[in-house]
């Protein structure tokens, strides 16, 4: 059974200030940190001006950086072979290809916006795993852009949070080119320990939801299925155009102004489907922050359950393994579980007592195993802190 560590904070540190050293012969100005995130509940509304409901993984990205006397680039990584250079003008939408768009799309989306970002080194390292809908996409951004942010003398008031997570959703779609809608890069920026955060879409607005598992006893168990998701296949930009559909056809502004009397009128069988799941989905959003203010998990239990139905069904976004990591991780004894992301693979997210953190995470591994799917990976999802600079 393969746990996830989300490493010691202090140590990753020293690695990734080791390895700047190593890569350039000098050392780092500064670290910033950045948390990938799983999402509880509310998945594909972030684009229909809907709620979202994410944690902030105890798994982050750092980014060691120092400022060149030059315009030039240099984005190396400890999970990428390729250590990508250039220079500062040189970034922009469709530059560079590679993954350290990611990074380099920060740097451009800063400038964009009137920061004087210099010339700069970059490293980066953690502990999120890549393309496992944990969002390591947004780990990588947001830890280079409050690096860069205190280089340019930034001070991270919540306002600039989401002026920085603004300019890295415009990094991972104008640059990286993969859709986003925002939730990724707002939790990573403005989470709050022992929090979920629920993210308003139409109003841009945020709320702090205490999210105290432990005096219940449970915890959430987050399954990476290895099954590499891919937004840029297709299935993410189909889904939409189907949810456009519905939203001219029912003319109103977003899904969010829809109700499901409305959604049952539309007429084309797969639109009223994919329609049906958003606005379904933002009322559990919903019921969903109410149910953990009341501390009523049960409850919390049966809306992941309808909430992985919709997806499966309504939206057509899981899959076999998917599919099996949740039906399973309920059989073993979790109160409830759902896929988490944006589909097509990805991870799975379950509430579970902590006396049965292992034998479901067993489980879970036997039922991939029989079905000769590769082994999953599990995460411990301990809902953590925001991006920051990390002390030396
Ligand atoms: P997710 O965000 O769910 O992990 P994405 O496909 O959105 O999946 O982003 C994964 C991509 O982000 C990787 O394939 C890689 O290009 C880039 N990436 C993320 N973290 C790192 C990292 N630490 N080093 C290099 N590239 C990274
Ligand atoms: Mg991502």
Redesign the pocket.
Same mark, same amino acid.
């Given at each position: 059974m393969a746990f996830v560590s989300p490493g010691v904070p202090a140590d990753l540190v020293h690695a990734v200030r080791a390895s700047f050293r190593s890569a350039y012969g000098r050392p780092a100005d500064v670290v910033g940190r950045a948390p990938g995130r799983v999402n509880l509940i509310g998945e594909h509304t972030d684009y229909n001006a809907g709620l979202c409901l994410p944690v902030a993984l105890p798994h982050a990205?750092c980014a060691a950086v120092a400022r060149r006397d030059d315009d030039r680039v240099r984005i190396a990584?400890?999970?990428?072979p390729r250590m990508w250079e250039g220079d500062l003008a040189s970034s922009g939408p469709g530059h560079p290809t590679e993954?350290a768009s990611?990074a380099a799309g920060v740097l451009w989306a800063l400038r964009e916006a009137g920061h004087a970002v210099p010339g700069l080194d970059i490293y980066?390292?953690?502990t999120?795993? &890549?393309?496992?809908?944990?969002?390591?996409?947004?780990?990588?951004e947001c830890s280079v852009a409050v690096a860069v942010a205190k280089l340019v003398g930034l001070e991270p008031s919540d306002d600039v949070r989401r002026e920085l997570a603004a300019a890295c959703v415009r990094a991972e779609t104008e640059v990286a080119g993969?859709p986003t809608g925002g939730m990724?890069q707002t939790v990573s920026l403005l989470a709050r320990t022992d929090c979920a955060l629920l993210i308003d879409f139409d109003e841009h607005s945020t709320r702090q939801i205490e999210l105290d598992l432990e005096p219940a006893g449970l915890v959430l168990l987050v399954t990476d299925t290895r099954v590499t998701?891919? &937004?840029n296949d297709g299935g993410y930009a189909a889904r939409r155009a189907d949810c456009e559909h519905a939203v001219a056809r029912l003319g109103v502004a977003s899904l969010r102004q829809a109700d499901l009397v409305d959604v049952e009128g539309l007429a084309d069988e797969r639109v009223r489907r994919r329609a049906r799941h958003v606005v379904s989905e933002i009322a559990r959003v919903e019921l969903a922050v109410r149910a953990i203010e009341d501390a009523d998990w049960a409850r919390v239990g049966d809306l992941f359950e309808q909430s992985h139905a919709s997806m499966r069904d309504d939206f057509e976004i899981s899959c076999p393994e998917l599919d099996a990591a949740v039906e399973t991780a309920v059989e073993a004894g979790a109160v409830g579980a759902r896929m988490t992301?944006g589909g097509f693979g990805?991870s799975s997210v379950a509430v579970v007592p902590q006396e049965r953190v292992e034998a479901v995470a067993r489980a879970i591994d036997a039922r991939f195993a029989a079905q000769g799917f590769r082994a999953p990976a599990h995460l411990r999802a301990v809902p953590s802190a925001p991006a920051g600079i990390c002390a030396d």
């Open positions: 990205t990584s400890r999970q990428e993954w990611y980066v390292d953690g999120v795993p &890549l393309g496992a809908g944990l969002s390591s996409s947004a780990a990588l993969a990724d998701h891919s &937004l992301g990805g």
